[in-house]
């Protein structure tokens, strides 16, 4: 069945960076987009980052673009979510995932970021 376990995330002051990961499997890892979404609480869940099947095109939010570099490594069947610049308003847990609403997804990690 699909598995993403995410990790990497953590708590960092404001400025900082976390570098997430994810690594996939029970599927063929390499024949999808993948996604990466967040939630803070209280919030909807939103859409953070896509990256194409070959790694060579991704896609922001407008409130992470310039901060965040979304990568993947298809011998790794792993993603990997670079953020840099980091502020309060990213505090959430994030998924990695198989679909942009986030049917398939992973447990999350939690990046809480102190100002």
């Known amino acids: 069945q699909v598995q993403l376990v995410e990790s990497g995330g953590g708590l960092v002051q404001s400025g900082g960076s976390l570098r997430l990961s994810c690594l996939a499997s029970?599927?063929?890892?390499?024949?999808?987009?993948m996604y990466w979404l967040r939630q803070a609480p209280g919030k909807e869940i939103e859409w953070v980052a896509s990256?194409?099947?070959?790694?060579?095109?991704?896609y922001y939010a407008d409130s992470v673009k310039g901060r965040f570099t979304f990568t993947r490594d298809n011998a790794k069947d792993t993603l990997h979510l670079q953020m840099d610049s980091l502020k309060s308003d990213d505090s959430a847990v994030y998924y990695c995932?198989?679909?942009?609403?986030?049917?398939?997804r992973g447990q999350g990690t939690q990046v809480t970021v102190s100002s």
């Open positions: 029970g599927f063929p890892f390499n024949a999808y987009w």
């Open positions: 995932a198989r679909d942009s609403a986030g049917e398939r």
């Open positions: 990256i194409n099947q070959q790694g060579d095109t991704a």
